[in-house]
């Protein structure tokens, strides 16, 4: 069965700085690796799929990279609206099953 | 525009039942697989459930024989039957949309209902 970790569980940074989150998988799987922003009260949202392609509206400071079982997450220069909790997500095609990592949460500095 | 609206949410009793609702709006819902992925208060998200635009269904092992997802095209409508529900399934529930037919991740969240279990 398919574990992502995320790492670190807590990363203080100011704004302006960049932001390098990680993810690891306990195996090799696919690039289907997506990562999601929660701002407090707030869902989900989608930044990055595939490992690498940004969503709709999701401006080019966030970037995505990775293969195998090391995926990363980076925010070259942070946002006030960026400090939040990140999400992995991978799909596993068997068993089916959709995976999230226990979240990163991006604390100011 | 896509909306997913939630609803059916409440306080219940363990070993009770509750059945949550999800109103698809701005996409033609029979053509995406859907899920729902929950939230404990202060946690992570978990993945609870998924039926395919084909109706093929999958759960989580931790719901398995417990919950029920399904689906009216008709009604563009998704739901969750959930029985013999436990303290551990208190959290807010979110229903979510594939991207596209073979995508591997949620474009769209609701804004989850809550599901409180407790005596």
């Known amino acids: 069965e398919i574990v992502l970790t995320q790492s670190p569980a807590t990363l203080s940074l100011s704004p302006g700085e960049r932001a390098t989150l990680s993810c690891r998988a306990n195996q090799s799987v696919s690039n289907f690796l997506a990562w999601y922003r929660q701002k407090p009260g707030q869902s989900p949202r989608l930044l990055i799929y595939?490992?690498?392609n940004r969503a709709t509206g999701i401006p080019s400071r966030f970037s995505g990279s990775g293969s195998g079982t090391d995926f990363t997450l980076t925010i070259s220069s942070l946002e006030p609206e960026d400090f939040a909790i990140y999400y992995c997500?991978?799909?596993?095609?068997?068993?089916?099953?959709?995976?999230f990592g226990r979240g990163t949460r991006l604390d100011i500095k | 525009e896509v909306q997913l609206v939630e609803s059916g949410g409440g306080l219940v009793k363990p070993g009770g039942s509750l059945r949550l609702s999800c109103a698809a709006s701005?996409?033609?819902?029979?053509?995406?697989?859907m899920n729902w992925v929950r939230q404990a208060p202060g946690k992570g998200l978990e993945w609870v459930s998924s039926?395919?635009?084909?109706?093929?269904?999958y759960y989580a092992d931790s719901v398995q024989g417990r919950f029920t997802i399904s689906r009216d095209n008709a009604k563009n409508s998704l739901y969750l039957q959930m029985n013999d529900l436990r303290d551990d399934d208190s959290a807010l529930y979110y229903c979510?949309?594939?991207?596209?037919?073979?995508?591997?991740?949620?474009?769209?969240w609701g804004q989850g209902s809550l599901v409180t279990v407790s005596s």
């Open positions: 701005g996409f033609i819902f029979s053509d995406y697989n």
């Open positions: 997500h991978q799909r596993s095609t068997w068993p089916p099953k959709d995976i």
């Open positions: 595939d490992t690498s």
């Open positions: 979510t949309k594939d991207a596209w037919v073979a995508a591997h991740f949620f474009d769209h």
């Open positions: 039926i395919s635009s084909g109706h093929s269904i």
